[in-house]
């Protein structure tokens, strides 16, 4: 199994000039725990996490003064769409890392996490019953 098999599709990605505090809104909608950060062409720059906004916050920075260029982790490791999804596994655990932007050309295409490759493996054996 490939990344493009498995990633999602439908990314949100931050530009460097986002400010800290709708970082930290986007990521409290519970639907994200990091976002790539990318130029204006889709190339990832790197990836603001929730760890990093809280650093930010530690170090006294104000969330409406900051932006995801100031705070992202650079160098983000990245996958190309047609890594084996092995490979990916093995850079998680590597790295304890959650997610793991996918590119084609050094442009972002995707998105692969922890619960996208489990998701493709296990098949739910649950029923959910309700009660007058």
Do not use: H, W
């Not at 990314?11 to 990318?38: C, E, F, H, W």
């Not at 490979?87 to 997610?99: A, S, V």
């Amino acid at each position: 199994m490939k990344a493009k098999e498995v990633m999602n599709k439908i990314v949100t990605a931050a530009k460097q000039n986002t400010i800290g505090r709708d970082l930290a809104v986007k990521l409290l909608s519970g639907m994200y725990s990091g976002l790539p950060v990318v130029d204006d062409k889709g190339k990832v720059l790197g990836i603001v996490s929730e760890f990093d906004l809280l650093k930010a916050i530690r170090s006294g920075k104000a969330l409406e003064q900051v932006t995801a260029g100031e705070i992202m982790s650079k160098n983000p490791i990245c996958v190309n769409e047609d890594t084996a999804v092995d490979q990916i596994i093995d850079l998680m655990t590597k790295y304890n890392i959650i997610r793991v932007p996918v590119t084609r050309n050094d442009t972002l295409v995707g998105v692969i996490s922890r619960c996208d490759i489990l998701n493709s493996v296990v098949e739910p054996k649950f029923v959910t019953f309700f009660a007058d």
